[in-house]
């Protein structure tokens, strides 16, 4: 099993900066890819990025492509996401993930969650 806790969140402007940490404790986080969701009031869960094992692939969706960047030290046991030029609309809050799939897309291929952080985003 692994622990997440993720922490970074709060509140900024749009336009404005901040950076997600997800600490990873337990086995083996470097055999796990990790994936960054969030989730709106009243919307579902979504998948904005993830990072391979590896640390070799990324997948972005579209809406934050060029804007957010996720990346992964696995000798720290973390993965980050850093986020530019937010918008109103990244108002969410944000969790990270951890799935045993090697590109995973779904979200029922994540089976560990952190407890997720608050982002908001004022216009």
């Known amino acids: 099993q692994v622990q997440l806790v993720e922490s970074g969140g709060g509140l900024v402007q749009a336009g404005e900066s901040l950076r997600l940490s997800c600490a990873a404790s337990?086995?083996?986080?470097?055999?796990?890819?990790m994936g960054w969701f969030r989730q709106a009031p009243g919307k579902e869960r979504e998948l904005i990025a993830l990072?391979?094992?590896?640390?070799?692939?990324?997948y972005y969706k579209d809406s934050v492509k060029g804007r957010f960047t996720i990346s992964r030290d696995n000798a720290k046991n973390t993965v980050l996401l850093q986020m530019n030029s937010l918008k109103p609309e990244d108002t969410a809050v944000y969790y990270c993930?951890?799935?045993?799939?090697?590109?995973?897309?779904?979200?029922?291929?994540?089976?560990?969650w952190g407890q997720g952080t608050q982002v908001t985003v004022s216009s």
């Open positions: 993930a951890a799935s045993e799939s090697y590109y995973p897309l779904a979200l029922d291929e994540y089976h560990y």
């Open positions: 990072i391979t094992y590896t640390g070799n692939s990324a």
């Open positions: 337990g086995r083996a986080f470097s055999s796990y890819a």
